[in-house]
């Protein structure tokens, strides 16, 4: 598969996992919620990698990278701006909370405590997978 459609085919499973987190936000399962909103942000933020024929590095230290990338590329740059340091800051944030949501049994945290993490991050996470749909979209026209 080429770049371009694993760039999409990312961008729907963000949408995906972002669905996911309002599901579960709606049950009451914050703890699955905060999750895939990590889940969700960090695909988005690879799907511009995908785009610009960078493999993304299989692991979670993503955000320079990331940055770098769209710094680099016109079209990106425009596009996400200086958003992308605040999204690379929101994933970071996430991804440090996917292991306390992942674990919360045993990280002492509970329920209402990751409710208000989802409220924080919620509206942020969504701006991000649109945004980031956006870039890949409008890249796409090249």
């Known amino acids: 598969m080429e770049d371009k459609g694993i760039a999409r085919?990312?961008?729907?499973?963000?949408?995906?996992?972002?669905?996911?987190?309002?599901?579960?936000?709606?049950?009451?399962?914050?703890?699955?919620?905060?999750?895939?909103?990590?889940?969700?942000?960090?695909?988005?933020?690879?799907a511009l990698l995908f785009f610009n024929g960078i493999e993304a590095p299989k692991t979670h230290s993503i955000g320079d990278l990331v940055t770098k990338t769209v710094k680099e590329d016109a079209k990106l740059s425009?596009?996400?701006?200086?958003?992308?340091?605040e999204f690379v800051h929101t994933f970071n944030s996430l991804w440090t909370l996917r292991s306390i949501s992942g674990y919360i049994f045993e990280t002492r945290s509970t329920l209402d405590d990751m409710r208000v993490k989802y409220e924080r991050f919620a509206k942020e996470?969504?701006?991000?997978?649109?945004?980031?749909?956006?870039?890949?979209?409008l890249k796409k026209r090249r």
């Not at 596009?79 to 340091?85: A, D, M, N, R, S």
Request: charged fraction near 25%; hydrophobic fraction near 40%; proline fraction near 0%.
């Open 9 to 46: 085919d990312a961008i729907e499973s963000a949408k995906r996992w972002l669905s996911s987190s309002i599901a579960n936000a709606e049950a009451g399962n914050y703890d699955l919620a905060v999750y895939s909103l990590e889940m969700s942000t960090e695909i988005s933020l690879k």
């Open 78 to 85: 425009k596009i996400l701006g200086t958003e992308i340091e």
């Open 125 to 137: 996470t969504t701006r991000i997978v649109e945004m980031c749909d956006q870039a890949v979209g």
